[in-house]
């Protein structure tokens, strides 16, 4: 579980790197759009296929194996993550 909590923690961060980098750059409209076509046609689709496969085995390893033990640190950056991407 600390594998998996690990791994979706650092997709969410690169994730709210790369929406950072994009509109930080909105103010060059050129460079802002190529770089938002260059992520949606070659990142999001990988971080997407990695977020969906490390989701499915956390809940694997949740309800399936019963191994719900991790870090305290892991479990709230998780979250606090997963909210920052939601909202």
Partial sequence: MKF???ILIINHLCFLG???AITSML???ISASSYAKL???LVFPVQLLLELT???AMLYQAFIVFK???NGTLWIGFIATFLM???
């Fill in 4 to 6: 998996v909590l690990s």
């Fill in 18 to 20: 790369f929406e950072y």
């Fill in 27 to 29: 103010n060059d409209q």
């Fill in 39 to 41: 992520y949606v046609i």
């Fill in 54 to 56: 490390f989701f499915i």
């Fill in 68 to 70: 719900w033990r991790a």
């Fill in 85 to 87: 991407v939601i909202f």
